[in-house]
């Protein structure tokens, strides 16, 4: 049996949740040697720092680089400057503000060589399509990633060509789960959940990122180590937005998709 084995038996073995969509949540999902393993490791995680620029200078030396992604930009000038003057310009009616994302591109302990070999690699592949039925062919990336302040995403389904989206929370301790800074699913108040069936109807219009106050949230991935995956779907609004000091630490997840 292979040492990362026995997360291919979680996946396979666990319940679905209904509520408010259809996912999986796993509590404990890496074990405990694994994720000490993950935490202790100090390209993963440091000491606080003192300033902005400190950061960066720390987030670069330890293999992290600027990533596209969803509610980031790239040019950290342009991201610094926003949140300084608390002035983003973008449309105000959907999101707040946008952050930067950090994606480790190098690991340097063999433990997370091997880890992320895994979780890019054929047999958690095999075990997230299996247990979501999924038919045809995809591709997989899984990724260890750092969000830095006013990071959003207004509540939203996902794009019809994501797969699967899953994510695994190795923040740096268990305190990390009192900030608001978690993954959240939410449902449409009942004045706009004609959205829905508009949504499953017109199949060749991709779904949208909506207006917080269009939507009730209704659950909060905060815990430490739990893995939380879904399949997009019309209902599948999730959703974060982060205000907090990422000096102190940084919202840390091992995030990732199979996209057709």
């Known amino acids: 049996m292979g040492k990362f084995d026995y997360i291919v038996e979680k996946i396979k073995n666990a319940k679905w949740e209904t509520y408010p969509c259809k996912h999986l949540a796993i509590h404990n999902f890496l074990s405990k040697e694994h994720l000490g393993l993950i935490l202790n490791d100090n390209q993963i995680h440091f000491r606080e720092v003192i300033t902005d620029e400190e950061l960066i200078k720390k987030l670069q030396m ?21 949140v300084k003057n608390n002035n983003f310009p973008i449309d105000h009616s959907i999101l707040e503000a946008f952050g930067v994302m950090f994606r480790l591109k190098k690991y340097r302990s063999d433990f997370l060589k091997e880890l992320m070999a895994f979780f890019n690699g054929p047999k958690f592949k095999k075990a997230l399509e299996e247990k979501f039925n999924v038919k045809g062919q995809t591709t997989i990336i899984t990724a260890i990633q750092k969000y830095l302040d006013r990071y959003e995403i207004s509540p939203h389904p996902d794009l019809r060509q994501k797969c699967l989206t899953y994510l695994v929370n190795i923040n740096k301790d268990d305190s990390i789960e009192k900030y608001d800074i978690h993954t959240q699913l939410s449902e449409f108040k009942n004045e706009y959940k004609f959205i ?14 909506v207006p917080w106050d269009w939507v009730n949230i209704v659950k909060t991935f905060r815990k430490n180590n739990i893995f939380m995956a879904f399949a997009p779907n019309n209902d599948t609004l999730h959703s974060v937005k982060l205000r907090y000091d990422h000096k102190k630490f940084q919202r840390t997840q091992l995030y990732g998709n199979l996209m057709y």
């Open 62 to 82: 330890k293999e992290y680089k600027i990533n596209k992604f969803p509610g980031c930009v790239t040019d950290l000038k342009y991201y610094f400057k926003c």
């Open 196 to 209: 829905y069936d508009y949504w499953k109807n017109e199949t060749k219009i991709n779904r949208c990122w």
